[in-house]
């Protein structure tokens, strides 16, 4: 049983191209999370939610667009795709006041 | 500066050698501490974590924090190829309305090589 999922796992698309990256957890959390992991391996938070209420967003571009239609999906839509925006997303979720966070497989991101 | 400092490695050991991961945090407020594990091509799994000082043992895995030094270690005792992975280190972050985050160091590459 996938505790996280995203889709879709690969992405190519051409620059200024408009994409989505969707999120689905089956753990009953109600903290959803989207991070940006960059070639280093650097993991970075991007936004949370918490019963589809944003409450975290990291100084992201406004071109990065999170929705949460119930507590159990978290999307992530980007416009005007850059060069800089090549990266490998996750989302994670969690049970609010728990520490823990369980990640997804990640989505690859190349914008060419 | 980063609020945690990893070292990426790559770090290459010998099957059955004693590892030790670091890093190293700038804000002594803040209470608990994580390392996570990353396969290649995989999200990030939950290994240990510990909160406040002290050492906490799971099977070959220890982790340690002092707080004094800002410092958070992991050992892995008899390392067996399928450790080979990125080691995340992370602590929490308090956010408004009780809310938390995490904080990533940038990750330590290891390869355990038979």
């Known amino acids: 049983d996938t505790a996280v999922s995203q889709t879709p796992k690969y992405l190519v698309t051409q620059m200024g191209n408009d994409k989505s990256i969707k999120c689905e957890q089956n753990?009953?959390?109600?903290?959803m999370y989207w991070y940006k992991q960059d070639s280093k391996k650097f993991l970075k938070i991007m936004f949370s939610?918490?019963?589809?209420?944003?409450?975290i967003n990291e100084t992201v571009p406004n071109r990065f667009s999170p929705k949460s239609p119930d507590k159990a999906h978290l999307n992530l839509h980007i416009n005007s795709l850059e060069l800089g925006d090549s990266a490998v997303y996750f989302c994670?979720?969690?049970?609010?006041?728990?520490?823990?966070?369980?990640f997804g497989p990640g989505t690859r991101l190349t914008v060419l | 500066q980063k609020e945690v400092e990893q070292d990426p490695g790559p770090l290459s050991v010998p099957e059955g050698a004693i590892v030790s991961l670091n890093c190293t945090y700038s804000n002594s407020a803040f209470q608990y501490f994580m390392w996570y594990r990353q396969y290649s091509r995989k999200g990030p799994e939950l290994l240990m974590y510990?909160?406040?000082?002290g050492n906490k043992e799971d099977g070959r895995f220890t982790a340690q924090v002092d707080k004094s030094s800002k410092y958070i270690s992991l050992f892995i005792r008899d390392s067996q190829p399928s450790d080979s992975a990125t080691y995340l280190c992370?602590?929490?972050?308090?956010?408004?309305?009780?809310?938390?985050?995490?904080?990533f160091g940038a990750g330590t590459r290891l390869a355990v090589h038979p």
């Open positions: 939610y918490n019963n589809k209420e944003l409450i």
């Open positions: 753990l009953g959390h109600d903290t």
């Open positions: 994670a979720s969690s049970q609010e006041g728990i520490y823990e966070q369980f």
């Open positions: 992370a602590r929490d972050a308090f956010f408004s309305g009780g809310y938390n985050k995490l904080i």
């Open positions: 510990t909160y406040s000082s």
